[in-house]
């Protein structure tokens, strides 16, 4: 029995989710209910910068998922973080605001024939929600700036509140190294280096729950349960009108304990992610059919897509022992050190406290046969063996970098008809020539970098993956090695043209053959985007948005 009816039931309070709840709730007709797993975002690591690293692979924050051993990293499982409390992976990512590139988005257009999803068409759906710190009263915005950039949105852009003299050398090496500086990453041509732009306000970090829901969460149409997984997915068959097609008209779930279902009378809307989104679907039978059939889930649409697809950028972490640098290292491993950052941050709100994960950006070319940037850099003045262990006891900097359009393509698939089990997830990385390739050239790329006066005078030595490998065999195993996700999975879900028996929703991502029911998250990116994940996610949901209050 229903024991309540919404308009509309929005699934997963992460970064689509929460714009989502937000938007469709600014008309008071509208009774919206928003539903998320996780608890409230009442932890302190989420707000202070550095607490990122607390909150990956925290049960408080964090699915906890591993990925299947993997080929590619030489049978390595790596950890998944996925956010799991209010604002999602907003509230545990690294807070780096880059949109991507404009063929990212006119290779949708074309991946879905709908020119909506064009970068001039995109464009406006970022501005929408913006808030960037150079057009505020005294910024330093160029004449163009507001051409590509808004102001008194929701979503907070600032500068980063830090200098590292080590990276701006790195920086100065790039340049001499051919990487033109640029001031601004998100005008569609990403080229260039400088440092990142971070959702942060005044030194805290800035997420989805914080922009879109707080002040939302006070309207009387607006619901929101939190601490509340959601099961399945309600289906039916529509009547005659409906063609006898599936419909969506609920949600089951798991509340206080007890297990209740939610109507929902015009739509519910999957912003559960590219990991959560896939597994609802298949667990709800709709998805491919061998694979429901082999877990006894009835298959009520059979959509070979769901869960196929998976997308992710694979960051190879290089490490440089340096000498007479500043580097977080060193001053993270002294007492006087620690008590300076810990004063530093108390009083002025920045500083490594301050830090997103990672500070420097530089996008270009891995080797002259590609006519646009195709790996992305995060530079830190730190290193580490691997994410949560200790940083280590000599100066390093870490230069991560990633293939920005992998061509290998993974998949999430159902272990269980149960929705506790987690799924199997399985990037498969460097699984094509072309990664491999890639991953090769990038590694070169770095070293011609740390060769140039401006970082020579550091004297590097690279002590991942190590001068001693130079082939481009020797290259491609130890990316392998040392290559780690960088948290972007998308395409679980993917977006395309109706005679496309891949694509799970169509170009205004109502799922293919099922009335009723939206999938708006990172999931339904077609191809991933040449930067990074969280704000392309935003734009989508803006977009869903007015197509859904438009009744499109
Ligand atoms: C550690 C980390 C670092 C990152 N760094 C950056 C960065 O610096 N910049 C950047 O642009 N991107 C970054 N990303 C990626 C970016 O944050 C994501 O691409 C983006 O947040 C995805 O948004 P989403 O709405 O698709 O999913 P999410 O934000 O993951 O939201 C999904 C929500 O659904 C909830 N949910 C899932 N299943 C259920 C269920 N069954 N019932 C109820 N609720 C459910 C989840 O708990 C979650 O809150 C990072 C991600 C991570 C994890």
New binding site residues.
């Given amino acids: 029995m229903a024991e309540q009816e919404f308009d509309y039931i929005v699934?997963?309070?992460?970064?689509?989710?929460c714009l989502l709840a937000n938007r469709l709730s600014a008309d008071p007709a509208n009774r919206v209910l928003l539903?998320?797993?996780?608890g409230r975002d009442n932890y302190h690591w989420i707000h202070i910068p550095v607490g990122?690293l607390y909150c990956?692979n925290n049960p408080r924050t964090d699915?906890c998922f591993r990925t299947e051993a993997d080929p590619g990293l030489n049978g390595r499982s790596l950890i998944y973080?996925?956010?799991?409390?209010l604002g999602?992976?907003?509230s545990?990512?690294?807070?780096?605001?880059?949109r991507g590139q404009s063929r990212d988005y006119d290779g949708w257009a074309e991946a879905t024939g709908d020119d909506a999803w064009r970068w001039e068409n995109c464009l406006p759906d970022f501005m929408k929600h913006e808030d960037h710190h150079r057009l505020d009263a005294g910024g330093d915005a160029d004449a163009a700036h507001r051409d590509y950039h808004g102001h008194g949105g929701e979503w907070r852009v600032e500068k980063q509140r830090l200098k590292w003299q080590v990276l701006d050398d790195f920086a100065t090496a790039a340049v001499e190294a051919g990487i033109p500086r640029t001031r601004d990453f998100n005008r569609g041509d990403n080229e260039g280096v400088d440092y990142f732009e971070v959702n942060q306000r005044s030194g805290w970090r800035w997420n989805t729950s914080k922009a879109f829901l707080r002040g939302a969460e006070k309207r009387d149409n607006l619901t929101l349960w939190h601490s509340?997984?959601?099961l399945g997915l309600e289906l039916g068959r529509g009547g005659e009108a409906g063609g006898g097609q599936p419909r969506c008209t609920g949600v089951r779930v798991e509340r206080g304990g007890k297990a209740i279902t939610v109507q929902a009378g015009r739509e519910v809307i999957l912003?559960?992610?590219?990991i959560?989104s896939p597994q609802?679907l298949q667990l709800s039978g709709i998805g491919p059919g061998d694979l429901l059939r082999e877990h006894d889930i009835p298959v009520v649409h059979d959509l070979p897509g769901v869960g196929e697809n998976l997308q992710d950028h694979l960051q190879i972490r290089s490490v440089y022992r340096v000498k007479g640098a500043r580097t977080l290292n060193t001053m993270a491993n002294s007492l006087v050190g620690k008590a300076g950052i810990g004063l530093e941050y108390l009083l002025k709100r920045s500083g490594p406290m301050s830090m997103?994960p990672s500070q420097l950006c530089a996008f270009t070319r891995s080797s002259d046969e590609y006519a646009h940037p195709n790996i992305e850099y995060h530079v830190q003045p730190l290193s580490l063996e691997a994410f949560g262990q200790p940083l280590h006891d000599f100066p390093a900097i870490t230069a991560s970098v990633c293939n920005l359009n992998p061509t290998s393509r993974g998949t999430v698939r159902i272990k269980s008809a149960d929705?506790r089990q987690a799924p199997a997830i399985a990037p498969n990385y460097l699984s094509t020539p072309e990664d491999r390739k890639v991953a090769a050239d990038s590694l070169r790329v770095t070293r011609r970098i740390a060769e140039q006066p401006a970082f020579a005078r550091y004297s590097p030595e690279e002590v991942k993956p190590g001068l001693e490998y130079q082939s481009d065999d020797d290259l491609a195993r130890l990316a392998g090695d040392i290559g780690t996700t960088i948290?972007?999975p998308?395409g679980t879900t993917r977006m395309g043209r109706d005679d496309d028996p891949m694509a799970v929703v169509d170009a205004r991502l109502r799922v293919r053959g099922v009335a009723g029911l939206r999938v708006v998250?990172?999931?339904v990116m077609p191809t991933i985007t040449s930067g990074?994940?969280?704000?392309p996610?935003l734009m989508i949901a803006e977009k869903a948005a007015g197509w859904i209050l438009g009744g499109a």
């Fill in positions: 699934v997963g309070a992460g970064t689509a989710g539903i998320e797993a996780g990122y990956i699915w973080p996925r956010g799991k409390t999602g992976c907003s545990i990512n690294g807070m780096l605001y880059i509340t997984q959601v912003s559960a992610g590219a959560g609802l997103a929705p948290f972007h998308v998250d990172a999931g990074n994940t969280n704000s996610t």
